[in-house]
């Protein structure tokens, strides 16, 4: 409690890392998206783990906000699943590029506030990057099979249906990798997608999510 009293009352060092505003990210954000950005739960103040130093503001999400969240989601799922699989895919090329265009602020970002070192940082946003390339091929491969059948002149056909609805749970310690792994497959197979990360790299989900977003 002492703590958190101190970290409340100390001066946010934002300005300190001018990559941060590159990110789309301010000294305070609202942490919940669903086609635009807003917040009615608890502030959180992200910190550098380093340091201890209290770097910005997030507003996380209440729970009305989340059930709004799901009711997005319901309403967005048929359309997203009777978009073609590789059209699908080409929303996710481009997902890809645009973690490739903030390959270095972002991965400075989760240096910060989840404490890795600088070069692992950059090999987590490539592996969202990379998974985003190979989504984009899969995109292209939903096979069935065609299976024989023991009725005479019939075959059986193999085919995939997206689960629906999937929630992502993200560790601190991969902040935005498995993100990327889980929605770039998830997109392509015509899935609708609620991230929830640790709240301790809560920037980090904001900075992402303006990514998606743009």
Same mark, same amino acid.
């Given at each position: ?67 709004? /969240?799901?009711? +997005?989601?319901?309403?967005? !799922?048929?359309?997203?699943?009777? *978009?073609?699989?590789?059209? $699908?895919? @080409? ?40 998974? /985003?390339?190979? +989504?984009?091929?899969?995109? !292209?491969?939903?096979?069935?099979? *065609?299976?024989?059948?023991? $009725?005479? @002149? ?43 990360? +640790? ?16």
């Amino acid at each position: 409690l002492v703590l958190l009293v101190a970290l409340a009352m100390s001066a946010l060092t934002f300005d300190k890392y001018p990559f941060l505003a590159e990110l789309g990210l301010s000294v305070d954000n609202s942490g919940c998206y669903n086609g635009s950005w807003f917040s009615n739960g608890p502030v959180i103040t992200s910190v550098n783990p380093t340091t201890n130093e209290p770097i910005a503001r997030i507003t996380g999400a209440s729970g009305d906000d989340y059930e709004a /969240c799901i009711k +997005a989601m319901e309403e967005a !799922r048929a359309g997203w699943q009777a *978009v073609p699989a590789p059209k $699908r895919g @080409e929303i996710v090329r481009q997902l890809g590029e645009a973690f490739r265009k903030y390959k270095e602020p972002l991965a400075k970002l989760v240096s910060l506030e989840m404490g890795k070192i600088y070069a692992e940082a950059l090999g987590e946003v490539q592996e969202g990057v990379d998974i /985003c390339d190979y +989504a984009v091929g899969l995109s !292209r491969m939903l096979a069935g099979q *065609v299976l024989p059948s023991e $009725r005479p @002149e019939h075959a059986m056909l193999e085919c995939w249906h997206p689960l629906g609805m999937i929630g992502i749970i993200t560790a601190f310690n991969f902040p935005g990798g498995v993100f990327a792994w889980n929605a770039g497959i998830s997109l392509v197979w015509g899935n609708v997608s609620i991230w929830k990360g +640790a709240s301790s790299t809560a920037l980090i989900i904001v900075a992402v999510g303006q990514i998606v977003a743009e």
